[in-house]
């Protein structure tokens, strides 16, 4: 009895939520529609760029956060990700501390979405409209007098080029977004519809290049860059030492990056087993599906949670080997790490599991283990007989490799792309169940 009152009274929550939810997204696209009807009272001389991610700009330092800060130099940056009821429990001591938005120059706009979007159509329009209100609501406050740029990280946003006014459309691909065991449905189709309509397609991978081309000729691949003075101060190994290693004496394996499910937790769990004299840290925030006890039931594995950006390289330091233990299925096949040129800067041997990207271009450099036997031993490998010409030639790659050449070469073809359109492209007429 106790049971189906406590599912009564959850079900009746849940619909007071839902509906306080909807009468909240209505007054936003209210209030939107009343300010897109009127110009700002400011003078914005600056292109905006509208980023539209799912990444948190306070999350984990990646490519988005990167290019968008870069961008500012030249543009007015609005990015905006999504936040949802059911990921802050989740995400609780996940957001890390990074520069204050105005030091930036980034604009940030985080809105409270409604969940279920897979399950409940509804959810996924009123979502698309509020997102859209707010938005548009932003731009006027802030006085933009052109169509803003759509900077495109997430697909499932693609109907915003039904009811935003913009100059042009720019597509950067990090991920295979239909491989995500929360993708939805219709991905393929609304990636589909960005690799057809965006001015500029640009993919982080090599694997995401090539197959992408088969539907957008277009694509650029331009991979991730690195900020070489800051993760090469770790190389001469005279940092302040973490806290949480501290105490530790023995080599350290590291790890930094989201702990999710494209780890292979038991190629992990089979070298903290074999050598209780290691110690693996994997500092990032839990986002995996595993049991965080069974990871952590090995003494020797140390979990910090996300490390702020400006530390990383103190973690380094004392890494003696770094490693990228990913497992290989369709998500991973696509993926170009961007700790890979990280870990190299600093000097700290590498060993990663075959991604296919790692393989072909740091073949000779980067120390490749497809099984946990040979992780385990590439790994001690490195510990008992250092690779120095691999070391340095990872060195010089990532020297060569700056994020700021790499963002200025996209901001002169987004210059070409822009400059194509005279006029802004105008949304085609949505109805209110489209938007």
């Keep these: 009895m106790k049971s189906f009152a406590a599912k009564v009274w ?6 007071a939520f839902s509906s306080a939810a909807v009468a909240y997204a209505a007054w936003v696209r209210l209030i939107g529609r009343r300010h897109s009807a009127s110009k700002g009272t400011t003078d914005e001389s600056r292109t905006a760029i509208v980023f539209i991610s799912t990444h948190p700009f306070a999350g ?81 406050a802030e006085g933009f007098a052109t169509a803003p740029i759509l900077w495109f990280y997430a697909p499932r946003f693609a109907p915003l080029l039904d009811s935003l006014e913009h100059s042009a459309v720019v597509y950067d691909i990090m991920d295979e977004h239909s491989a995500f065991s929360f993708a939805r449905r219709d991905m393929r189709e609304l990636e589909a519809r960005l690799l057809r309509d ?53 080599p350290v394996i590291g790890y930094f990056g989201a702990v999710d499910d494209r780890l292979d937790f038991d190629m992990l769990l089979a070298a903290a087993m074999r050598h209780p004299d290691w110690t693996i840290l994997l500092a990032g925030p839990w986002l995996a599906t595993k049991s965080r006890a069974e990871v952590q039931s090995q003494p020797n594995i140390l979990m910090p949670g996300l490390v702020p950006y400006a530390e990383l390289p103190a973690y380094l330091a004392r890494f003696d080997v770094a490693v990228l233990p990913f497992v290989l299925n369709e998500l991973t096949m696509h993926i170009h790490p961007t700790k ?35 992780f385990i031993a590439a790994v001690e490998n490195l510990l008992n007989t250092p690779d120095a010409d691999a070391v340095e030639r990872g060195y010089q790659m990532a020297r060569a490799s700056s994020w700021d050449a790499l963002v200025e070469s996209m901001r002169v073809d987004l210059e070409k792309a822009v400059g194509k359109h005279k006029t802004p492209k105008e949304p085609r007429p949505a109805t209110d169940a489209q938007v």
């Design 10 to 15: 959850f079900l009746l929550r849940l619909l």
């Design 340 to 374: 890979v040129l990280e870990y190299l800067a600093s000097r700290t041997p590498v060993v990663s599991t075959p991604i296919p990207d790692v393989v072909k271009f740091y073949s000779g450099i980067v120390k490749i283990a497809s099984t946990p036997d040979e």
């Design 60 to 140: 984990l330092w990646q490519r988005p956060q990167q290019i968008a800060v870069r961008l500012a130099k030249s543009y007015s940056i609005l990015y905006f990700w999504p936040r949802y009821a059911s990921d802050l429990a989740r995400r609780r001591g996940n957001s890390q501390q990074v520069e204050p938005e105005s030091a930036l120059s980034v604009r940030l706009v985080s809105p409270l979405l409604l969940p279920f979007e897979r399950a409940i159509p509804a959810a996924c329009r009123t979502n698309l409209g509020t997102v859209k209100s707010i938005i548009s609501h932003r731009l006027w």
């Design 198 to 250: 965006a001015d500029l397609v640009f993919a982080g991978t090599n694997t995401l290049a090539e197959r992408k081309r088969e539907f957008a000729p277009q694509v650029r691949y331009l991979p991730c860059g690195v900020e070489f003075e800051h993760f090469s101060a770790a190389a001469a190994k005279n940092l302040h030492v973490p806290p949480v290693l501290s105490g530790v004496s023995g």
